[in-house]
């Protein structure tokens, strides 16, 4: 049995607990690392160029098939917005699967199309 005492119960008492617990939100890294860390940047290239290559695009992508978001790729805004624009066109042009990460049997298929 525990004992409340009066003043746990006053708005001061509670409100500095739930503000121990907030948790920081996920967002990317600053503008100068992520220009640091971002290879579409540095080599001054569009990520909306790369949306035939599943090899690029399944490094950004989870093994559901989930965009990572800018705090786990480290990338400008600009190019993770393209990014994300590339990854959902190469998705429905079907070169990468909607619901699973591209693994390297499916990108090198040797098997002749069906006529």
């Known amino acids: 049995s525990q004992v409340v005492r009066p003043h746990e119960l006053t708005y001061k008492a ?4 739930s503000q121990s617990y907030r948790k920081q939100p996920a967002v990317g890294p600053s503008t100068a690392q992520a220009r640091y860390n971002d290879p579409f940047y540095q080599l001054n290239l569009d990520p909306l160029s790369f949306a035939t290559n599943p090899l690029v695009l399944s490094n950004f992508i989870s093994e559901m098939g989930k965009i990572y978001g800018r705090s786990a790729t480290g990338l400008t805004i600009k190019s993770q917005r ?4 590339a990854i959902r066109r190469a998705k429905m042009m079907g070169i990468i699967p909607n619901l699973s990460k591209p693994t ?5 298929d040797t098997r002749k199309p069906r006529a």
């Open 14 to 17: 509670r409100s500095k607990d």
């Open 82 to 85: 393209k990014l994300g624009k």
């Open 104 to 108: 390297d049997s499916w990108m090198f």
